[in-house]
Each structure stands twice: as structure tokens, then as C-alpha cells.
């Protein structure tokens, strides 16, 4: 197991880190920086990872390659966030899920971000169960889009979720209630869509280009519609909306 010192590198790109102290363990106010636990099997994308998150001011505490090693990792350092691939040794099916879930359970204040090189909205829903709070599923080649990746990882960190657009995509697709949908607009589709990636009224609002206001009135609309009551936390909102797209 690799196992990292304090790192002493300056600050990358400041971020959202600073806070994230009510949710995770040991983060300082005065620098927001993380404390992140890895498990990748594969050598160069774990390098990666640990060479990305550090770049941006965050202290790696461990780097492992096995499902084991991660849940050990994780009881040692007891980082803000652990991330995770899917499929880990020994048979690389779903080790590292396995390893998320008993985090999830026995570390209930440390967020859990998994990786995956496929879509399987199957592993979504387990990881999901009971609650969004502070979990993630991002694709691998949304790592190579940096600023993305590092606010998933941040907002998971702080209780948050973060889940693929092509993960989301899936599932509004594959919802066995696609009549409620139905009655949705384009506009409140799109909006439904960023709502269960995890985005809060403001990223709704940046990513569409339009005002605060004109967000706050399709979400009323959206969950008007789906006969959802409205949360007052983004990771609550994406639970209801992934309880109701059958997930």
C-alpha cells in the first residue's frame, strides 16, 4: 500500500474546498484542502489521480490497489473522500463497489466518489440506496475534463452528489415511469437532468445561461409535475428524483 506524507505543494485551484469541514474529517478551514484515499488497480491512471488532486491543493493520504486496501486505508486516515474504481483485484468485477458500500456504512462522514469505464446504472442504484448524500459516479474519461472531476470530488467531500450526465441520461431513458415524464418540458427535462447530477439552482442556472428565478420556477414546476415535495438540499432533490426514475 502507498501511502503519502504530508504533502507540501502550494495551492492549485482554490475550489469550493473550504467547506467541506462539516462533513469530512480533519480539514483545515484556513486552506480547505481535502484528505483523499484512492483505489486503482491501474498504476498510471492511480499516478494520475493522486498527481491531479494534490495539483489542486488536496493531500493524498493513501493510493492502493485493491478493494482490501482501500478499507484499511480508509479506517487509518479517515479521509473526507474516498475514490474509487469499480472493478478492482482479484476477479475485477466489483470489488471496489463493495469496498464504497462498506464505507458508506462504517464511514458514514467520509464521501465516496467511483469511477467506472462503463455505464452500469445498476452499480448507480446500490450506491445510492437510502441515501445520496455524499456519494458519486463519474465515467473515467470525465477525469480528463479536470475542473469537472475536481468539483465532483469537493462537492461529494461536502455531502453532496455528483452523478454522470451519461449516467443520468440512462436513467431518465431506461425510468419505468416515463408518462409522469411526459408531462415535463423540454426546458424542465434538461433541468431534471442537471437536478439528478447533482447541481444546485446556481450550476442549473450557469450551465443554461439563464436567471436564478427562471431555475427556481421549472424546479417548482418539475416537482409539481412528479408530485415530488420540493427539498431544501441538493443531494435530498436527487434522491427523490432517482427514487422516482426507478433507480
Keep these: 500500500m502507498q501511502v503519502k506524507g504530508e504533502w507540501g505543494g502550494g495551492w492549485g485551484a482554490p475550489g469550493r474546498a473550504g467547506k467541506h469541514s ?73 470489488e471496489g463497489l463493495r469496498a464504497a458500500l462498506e464505507i458508506r456504512r462504517e ?61 443520468v441520461g440512462q436513467l431518465l431513458r431506461a425510468s419505468r415511469r416515463f408518462d409522469g415524464l411526459a408531462a415535463l418540458t423540454a426546458r424542465e427535462r434538461h433541468v431534471l437532468a442537471l437536478m439528478a447530477e447533482g447541481r444546485s439552482n446556481a450550476g442549473i442556472a450557469a450551465a443554461l445561461v439563464v436567471s436564478g428565478g427562471t431555475v427556481e420556477k421549472h424546479v417548482a414546476g418539475i416537482f409539481d409535475k412528479l408530485g415530488l415535495p420540493p427539498g431544501e438540499a441538493d443531494n435530498r432533490r436527487v434522491l427523490a428524483v432517482l427514487r422516482y426514475l426507478g433507480s
Design 22 to 94: 462539516e462533513r469530512g474529517h480533519g480539514v483545515s478551514e484556513s486552506t480547505g484542502r481535502l484528505r483523499v484515499v484512492i483505489g486503482e488497480d491501474a498504476a498510471l491512471f492511480r499516478a494520475g489521480l493522486e498527481r491531479l488532486i494534490e495539483d489542486h491543493g488536496h493531500r493524498v493520504c493513501a493510493a492502493v490497489a485493491d478493494g482490501d486496501s482501500l478499507l484499511a486505508a480508509v479506517a487509518e486516515h479517515q479521509p473526507d473522500v474516498a475514490v474509487a474504481d469499480i472493478r478492482m483485484p482479484p476477479t475485477h468485477t466489483d
Design 107 to 167: 464511514h458514514p462522514r467520509t464521501g465516496v466518489l467511483v469511477l467506472s469505464q462503463y455505464i452500469e446504472t445498476k452499480y448507480t442504484a446500490r450506491l445510492l440506496a437510502g441515501n445520496a448524500a455524499g456519494a458519486g459516479y463519474l465515467l473515467k474519461e470525465r477525469v480528463a475534463d479536470v475542473a469537472e472531476f475536481t468539483d465532483a470530488l469537493e462537492r461529494v467531500a461536502a455531502g453532496g452528489t455528483a452523478l454522470d450526465p451519461e449516467v
